[in-house]
């Protein structure tokens, strides 16, 4: 087990031999994590590697923590899936079915998955959820769905790492369009959209949805954002005095472009300037986190 420095959150992982030659998997981590002493006095756990995370889902994690839920009634934030490549490849880590969750934790104020291989979130329902964060190399698109059918009320952050269709996205724009415009989150403030090869396309799809004048921080980072995209930026958000943060670090700007965005009367990061990469006379702009 590795605790974090903050000592009302703490990491719960197994590394290769407690998996490999201790038995540790999906199925011992809620028992272990309920016999931690230090487990009553934290808000918060993260849940790493739990041995095997490409080839076991995470399911038997979350229906434990369902099955103890009185026993997790004081855990506000939760994380499932926090692992480096070294432990598996984010498109590798197995996720699971969080429908019985929101019932289960109706205290949780935040939500961080990473992976998204098996992931299905169900009917979504949580009054008192303030964020949702989903990290992969590719969100299919009826996870999408579901997150544009969920009622949220009280969700300040969303943040969602597109990614790629070679690592499960299946949609398009027109997918983007539709989440931003049926789902109902009244309170959102941070809205990230993401790790995108068509982060462009995505980005003019923000920038024209009914949440420009409720939100405080835009998120494009970590895409194939252009010039296309930042003179969408330049265009539109002067319209929108509530703005203040824009991250959109790790991208393919001009130099030209970057200087104008970070020019604007708001806090940008514009920072990881990238340049397209050549093969077989063809250029290709990758998002950052695919695999």
């Known amino acids: 087990m590795e605790s974090g420095t903050n000592t009302a959150v703490k990491k719960y992982s197994y590394d290769y031999g407690q998996h490999e030659e201790g038995g540790k998997n999906a199925g011992t981590m809620v028992g ?27 399911q038997a994690i979350i229906d434990g923590i369902v099955e103890h839920a009185q026993e ?13 490549y070294e432990e598996c490849e984010v498109s590798w880590i197995m996720q699971g079915d ?9 205290q949780l104020k935040e939500l961080t998955i990473k992976g998204s291989m098996d992931l299905s979130l169900g009917q979504a329902c949580h009054e008192n959820l303030e964020s949702l964060v989903i990290i992969c190399g590719g969100l299919p698109q009826d996870v ?20 790629i269709e070679d690592y499960g996205f299946d949609g398009d724009a027109g997918t983007i369009k539709s989440l931003l415009a049926q789902s ?22 923000v920038l024209d949805s009914k949440y420009m004048k409720q939100l405080h921080t835009l998120d494009f980072s970590n895409g194939t954002l252009t010039d296309k995209g930042g ?17 959109a670090h790790y991208n393919y700007l001009s130099e030209e472009m970057a200087k104008k965005i970070a020019q604007l009367p708001i806090e ?4 990881e300037r990238n340049q397209p990469s050549k093969y077989n006379g063809k250029y290709y702009l990758d998002a950052m986190l695919t695999e």
Not at 231 to 247: C, G, H, Q, S, V
Not at 268 to 271: E, G, I, K, L, T
């Open 32 to 58: 272990d994590i309920l016999s931690d002493p230090d487990f009553p006095g934290l808000t918060g756990i993260v849940i790493g590697d739990w041995g095997g995370s490409w080839e076991e889902e995470c």
């Open 72 to 84: 997790f009634s004081h855990i506000k934030s939760l994380f499932i899936g926090d692992m480096d």
């Open 98 to 106: 969080y429908s019985k969750l929101w019932a289960a934790m109706p």
């Open 144 to 163: 999408i769905q579901q997150i544009q059918e969920a009622k949220f009320p009280n969700l300040k952050k969303l943040l969602l790492y597109i990614g």
């Open 184 to 205: 109902d989150f009244p309170n959102l403030t941070y809205l990230g959209i993401t790790d995108s090869e068509i982060q462009d396309e995505l980005t003019l799809a």
């Open 231 to 247: 003179e969408a930026l330049l265009e539109k958000l002067p319209a929108y005095p509530n703005i203040r943060k824009l991250d």
């Open 268 to 271: 940008a990061d514009v920072s």
